[in-house]
């Protein structure tokens, strides 16, 4: 009688199989774990945000609340009419404006669009270049100003011929601004200084440069008393695009040249190459034999010139003077883009161009449907509060979490 061995087949997994995905949930996957995704609906998150406030603001809205369980449709009418027409009249402030008289004014916003977003998109570039290098760069501001005050002088002061006269000024405005954001690096390459503390003290060293300048005999305007500068010789000027009443100039197809010009740097060169490589690891970097300190002073003056480049196409291009606020405040925003646009180019670029239709639209906002001004900057607020924290917009839709952050 033999006996039998036991079986050591290995027990059947009877668990349910994993669905295969499709072609469509693959591409839907996609879509809604992507960073894009996650900007976009931070912007519309903010919008919404900001709408709320903007009904709290209407006083039609507060009178009609008084009575709101009586007749909840004047309450609700008033809310519509106040949040439709301040966004509509910030759209007619940026994009277009179809009550104007004319097709030149009709198309007029989009060029101030244009024109606004210029200097933004030159010193988010910056800014943009020094993050992804692990360098929180917030001195863009100085930097602009540097930028503005040398190209300017050097606008008003020489007599050259144009063409010649507008690119000296450019290179000095670049080389200005390259130096100030030369002086945080080599502080940051040599003593490890913090760049955060360095930068922001050169911003308000800038500021007061400028306005110590601008009382001086070289630059203040003959016969004026207040502090603003002789106008730029029409041969340092950018030329206008598309001619009066429009103020959109050459800078813009500068700022996109230099967008082009960053992303070949940061994804095709070998210094790029060495910047990102710090950014991601500095001790990885210093290992493979690249010169962690020498690659933090090239980053802030890269860095420095786009954003001396900001205050060019102010000083050149859109204002043509020195005065104390032309700079405005292009290099704080430049920060809130650089981060809407996740440092790269094509994001900042978009970036800019949302926050030049902002500004150019927000006057009209306040003058046809008596919004504050402010809530424009609100807006800009809580898209840096939502970028900041891409979980809780994905809480807020409901979008699936990316595999990677699941596995970490």
Same mark, same amino acid.
Request: glycine residues 12%; without cysteine.
């Given at each position: 009688m033999s006996i039998s061995a036991p079986s050591t087949a290995a027990p059947k997994d009877e668990s349910p199989q994993k669905p295969k995905e499709t072609r469509f949930s693959g591409v839907l996957r996609e879509i809604t774990q992507s960073n894009a995704t996650v900007v976009f609906l931070a912007i519309v998150a903010a919008l919404l945000l900001a709408a709320v406030l903007v009904a709290a603001a209407s006083s039609e809205v507060q009178r009609t609340a008084g009575? &709101?369980?009586?007749?909840?449709? /004047?309450?609700? $009418?008033?809310?519509?009419?106040?949040?439709g027409g301040a966004?509509?009249? &910030?759209?007619?402030?940026? *994009? =277009?404006?179809?009550?104007?008289?004319? =097709?030149?004014? @009709? *198309?007029?916003?989009?060029?101030?669009t244009l024109t606004s977003?210029?200097?933004?998109?030159?010193? $988010? %570039?910056? %800014? !943009? +270049?020094?993050?992804?290098?692990?360098?929180?760069?917030?001195?863009?501001? $100085?930097?602009? +100003?540097?930028?503005?005050? =040398?190209?300017?002088?050097?606008?008003?002061?020489?007599? &050259?011929?144009?063409?010649?006269? @507008? &690119?000296?000024? @450019? +290179?000095g405005g670049l080389l200005a601004g390259a130096f100030w954001g030369g002086i945080a690096g080599f502080l940051k390459a040599r003593f490890g200084a913090n760049e955060v503390i360095?930068?922001?003290?050169?911003?308000?060293?800038?500021?007061?440069?400028?306005?110590? %300048?601008?009382?001086?005999?070289?630059? +203040?305007?003959?016969g004026s008393n207040n502090p603003i500068s002789q106008r730029v010789h029409d041969t340092a000027m950018f030329p206008n695009l598309l001619g009066d009443p429009f103020r959109l100039h050459l800078g813009f197809v500068f700022a996109l040249l230099a967008a082009w010009a960053v992303w070949w740097l940061m994804e095709r060169s070998?210094? !790029?190459f060495k910047f990102r490589a710090v950014g991601f690891n500095a001790d990885a970097a210093r290992t493979a034999g690249i010169k962690v300190s020498a690659t933090y002073l090239y980053v802030m003056l890269v860095s420095g010139a786009l954003a001396g480049l900001g205050g060019v196409a102010q000083s050149l291009g859109t204002e043509g003077a020195l005065q104390e !606020?032309?700079?405005?405040?292009?290099? =704080?925003?430049?920060?809130?883009?650089?981060l809407l646009g996740r440092s790269r180019p094509l994001g900042i670029v978009g970036a800019a161009l949302l926050f030049g239709a902002?500004?150019?639209?927000?006057?009209? @906002?306040?003058?046809?449907?008596?919004?504050?001004? /402010?809530?424009v900057q609100v807006v800009q607020a809580l898209v840096v509060l939502l970028i900041a924290a891409p979980p809780l917009v994905r809480a807020m839709f409901r979008l699936p979490v990316p595999a990677k952050e699941v596995q970490a």
């Open positions: 009575y &709101l369980f009586a007749r909840p449709t /004047d309450f609700f $009418g008033a809310v519509w009419d106040a949040v966004y509509y009249s &910030l759209f007619r402030g940026a *994009i =277009f404006d179809p009550q104007a008289k004319d =097709f030149t004014r @009709m *198309i007029k916003p989009i060029t101030e977003s210029t200097p933004l998109i030159f010193a $988010g %570039l910056g %800014l !943009g +270049i020094g993050f992804r290098s692990g360098i929180f760069n917030i001195g863009a501001q $100085g930097q602009v +100003i540097l930028g503005a005050v =040398f190209s300017g002088f050097i606008g008003f002061t020489f007599q &050259l011929p144009f063409g010649v006269h @507008m &690119l000296v000024a @450019m +290179i360095v930068t922001i003290m050169l911003n308000s060293i800038a500021g007061f440069l400028m306005s110590y %300048l601008l009382t001086t005999s070289a630059f +203040i305007r003959p070998t210094l !790029g !606020g032309v700079a405005g405040s292009i290099g =704080f925003d430049a920060i809130t883009v650089a902002l500004r150019a639209g927000s006057p009209l @906002m306040q003058a046809a449907s008596n919004t504050p001004i /402010d809530i």
